[in-house]
């Protein structure tokens, strides 16, 4: 009989232990998922924001500036002038069109050979340059042009003014906007992960009550919170990236020369932000609620 009733009662406990489990599972479930919700969010501002910025990188070093040459200059002078503009600090990228190979490409272009009717070849020897993006504004480029017309050798200088002008605005523009978006998201995601954890943490309010009347201290009180918080936000984080990573994929299949854009750098950065904004808003909700309960008196909690 006695081994019976031990059973029973080791069975009664194993029950109770389940019906208490299942509320703290279904908490931490719905806690992990609005906490992902906001990092998926958080990580759209911060991919943007990358985006935004390497599309401008690439927009400006793929700027042509074409220096178009005198017609006396020669083909071996015309190569000395790119051994020369490689040293400069701004330049990325040269490439020399001389006045034959342009004349082929206009003749390929046109189906006709203007030289034919013209008796001589209309077309000038020119060198093409690419510049990094930080010196691909209007200020550097007004300052590049001056430098580069000092040469007797150089006719004109040309690139699409227009073109500059217009990313310069659109880029101001955006990152105006992706700023305001980013302030009010960060303080919906706090509030939102706020409210949540308040909730976790409000189902054990009595729990917490009752560890404090049999002496225990604050911090081996706050532990199991912080710990469920770390737990959370490292969750959260990966299911956040998962979901970014397969918004990403669709959206490589659709446009592939997407990956032009990305780079892997940008997305180590991505998900170290949201690694990172997940763990210090959860861990830092966590404390102000769990510290908010430890400060009440027993008449309190039931009053809330």
Known sequence: MHDIWRITLYKEMANKKKK?????????????????????????VVFSVLSAYNLSAYVKENLTVTMILNEDVTNPEAKKMCMQLKKKHYISHITYISKEQALKEQTQAMGTNPSEFLGSNPFLGSIELQLFSDYANNDSLKWIERQLKSDSRVSEITYPRDLMD?????????????????????????????????????????????????????????????????Y?????????????????????????????????????????????????????????????????????????
């Open 20 to 44: 208490s489990r299942k509320p703290r599972n279904v908490q931490f479930f719905t806690l992990c998922l609005s906490t992902t919700m906001v990092l998926v969010l958080i990580g759209m």
């Open 166 to 230: 217009s990313v310069n605005r659109n880029l101001q523009k955006i990152n105006f906007v992706l700023l305001i978006l980013a302030a009010l998201l960060a303080y919906v995601s706090f509030a939102l992960i706020n409210n949540s954890v308040r909730l976790s943490v409000y189902a054990r309010r009595f729990s917490i009550h009752t560890m404090k009347l049999v002496g225990a201290s604050w911090s081996f009180i706050r532990w199991p919170f912080i710990r469920s918080a770390i």
């Open 232 to 304: 959370i936000s490292i969750l959260a984080a990966f299911m956040a990236c998962a979901v970014l990573a397969g918004g990403l994929y669709a959206l490589y299949t659709y446009e592939p020369d997407i990956l032009l854009v990305i780079t892997w750098e940008m997305l180590a950065i991505t998900a170290g932000a949201i690694l990172l904004v997940g763990f210090i808003i959860t861990m830092f909700c966590t404390w102000l609620s769990v510290n908010k309960f430890l400060r009440m008196k027993a008449g309190e909690l039931y009053k809330i």
